[in-house]
């Protein structure tokens, strides 16, 4: 039975096929949390992951912005890590940005987030891991 908020095939194409930029929000300098991993495994897998958050530090060597909004270039992927009640506006933000896909991470579910992101052409996957998905790929 396919993952009910990402099947394999979308995973996968998130991965390897949508492009290489991910503004990851929620991510800051404070190693203790997962968004700090995801985004060093992300980079390590040959993404440029693009901090999102108020504070817009530096993580990885890479500069951050306190919105997606700020982003002054395109964005491929926006990877979640707020609560949930939070994610919907931010999916929201990722349409309007004109990323081409929406990735939720684990305990992040908005079904109506996910119904408007889908229904906006772009593809979305929640309540699943990139940094988990994506060493299975190779």
């Not at 079904?111 to 998905?133: K, N, Q, S, Y």
Request: charged content about 25%; overall charge negative.
């Amino acid at each position: 039975m396919a993952a009910p908020y990402g099947d394999e095939a979308t995973i996968r194409r998130i991965l390897t096929e949508l492009g290489d930029t991910w503004a990851v929000v929620g991510l800051s300098s404070n190693r203790s949390r997962a968004a700090y991993g995801v985004a060093q495994t992300l980079q390590r897998f040959g993404k440029r992951i693009v901090p999102v958050h108020p504070k817009a530090e530096t993580v990885h060597g890479e500069k951050g912005y306190a919105s997606l909004a700020e982003i002054p270039f395109a964005v491929d992927v926006v990877d979640v890590f707020v609560n949930s009640d939070l994610a919907g506006p931010v999916a929201d933000e990722a349409v309007a940005k004109g990323a081409r896909a929406v990735w939720f991470q684990l305990g992040v579910v908005d079904e109506a987030a996910h119904e408007r992101t889908r229904a906006a052409g772009l593809e979305m996957v929640m309540d699943r891991c990139p940094a988990i998905e994506i060493p299975l790929l190779q």
